[in-house]
């Protein structure tokens, strides 16, 4: 399982990379591979204002739908639209082109709260 230590992880399987002052988001490794092959992903929230752990989209599998949990509070500036084409691709390469949104985040101080490459393995393995 594929965890790359640069990024910060949720507790529900979000990766966050940190560029300045946005945040570029997508779905773990993990969670790619519990969804099983992914057919869609809906983000109808571009150019919104959330907090931190409300819904910004869903990802639609061949078993499951699952919603997508924002990792901190800011707004939401680019869709990964490549995704409309090829969703698959977060199956694929769920860290590169398989990224989901963009994200300007308005709270800094809440990227503490996130988890380390290492923590988010003792979250998943338990």
Do not use: C, R
């Amino acid at each position: 399982m594929n965890i790359p230590s640069e990024l910060k992880y949720t507790k529900d399987h979000e990766w966050v990379k940190i560029e300045g002052d946005l945040a570029t988001v997508g779905i773990t490794d993990f969670a790619q591979s519990e969804l099983g092959d992914i057919v869609y992903v809906e983000v109808d929230t571009l150019d919104e204002s959330l907090d931190a752990d409300e819904v910004f989209g869903t990802v639609e599998a061949v078993k499951t739908v699952s919603d997508l949990m924002l990792p901190l509070s800011g707004e939401i500036v680019e869709f990964n639209e490549g995704l409309e084409d090829e969703p698959e691709s977060v199956n694929t390469d769920p860290y590169g082109s398989g990224w989901m949104i963009k994200l300007k985040f308005s709270d800094a101080s809440q990227i503490e709260s996130l988890l380390s490459a290492e923590e988010y393995k003792s979250h998943i393995v338990g």
